[in-house]
C-alpha cells in the first residue's frame, strides 16, 4: 500500500466518523422555547503534551498511556510498509476505563509525525497490529492493551497525537524529546 493509499483510507474513515457526529449531533439537539433547535453541549475533557512512557487521566477517569516506540519487524502480509521510506517502529497502548461508563478503544485516532513528515501507519493482522484498538467495550475500570505499527523517517524523532474519541477529548501528545 503507498502512503496515498493509507491517506485516503485515514481520509475515508474520518469522513464516515464526522458524517456519523453530524448525524448524531443532529439527533442529540434540544428544542428552545421559540421552536429552532439547539445542539445539546458535549462535555470536552483536555487533554495535555506529555513523554513516552508517561500516563495521563483525563477529569472523566479515562487513562492512556503509549510506550516509546521499539522497532517493529513487519511481516510479509503487512499494508503500509512497501513504498514507505523509513524505518517501522511499534507502540504499546494502554488504556484504563475509569470512567462511569462504557469505552470503546476503537474509536482511537492516532497521527503520528516524524522528522517533520506524517508517518505511514502500518496495518499487520498476522503480528497483532491493526489501525486502532480493539471494538469490545471496556466496562467501568477495564484495562486493554493494544499495538499500533508506523513507518517513521528518525525513530528518534517520534511525536504522536492519539485521541481517544470522535468527541469529547482533547488530543493528548506524546514526545520523544
Known sequence: MTRSTATRRRTIVVSAA???LLVAAGCTSTASAGGA???AEIATYAGTQTAFGQSFTYANGLVVEVRK???FAPSAYADGVEGSEGEPVRVRVNI????SGEFVPDTVGVIVVSGGEEAVQILDPGTGVDLTGPAQPLDRSGVVAFDLAF???DPQ???LTLTPSLVGYDPLVFTTA
Open 151 to 153: 513507518v517513521v523517517l
Open 69 to 71: 516506540p521499539a522497532a
Open 18 to 20: 464526522a458524517a456519523a
Open 157 to 159: 524523532d517520534v511525536t
Open 37 to 39: 433547535a439547539t445542539p
Open 96 to 99: 484504563i476505563n475509569g470512567t
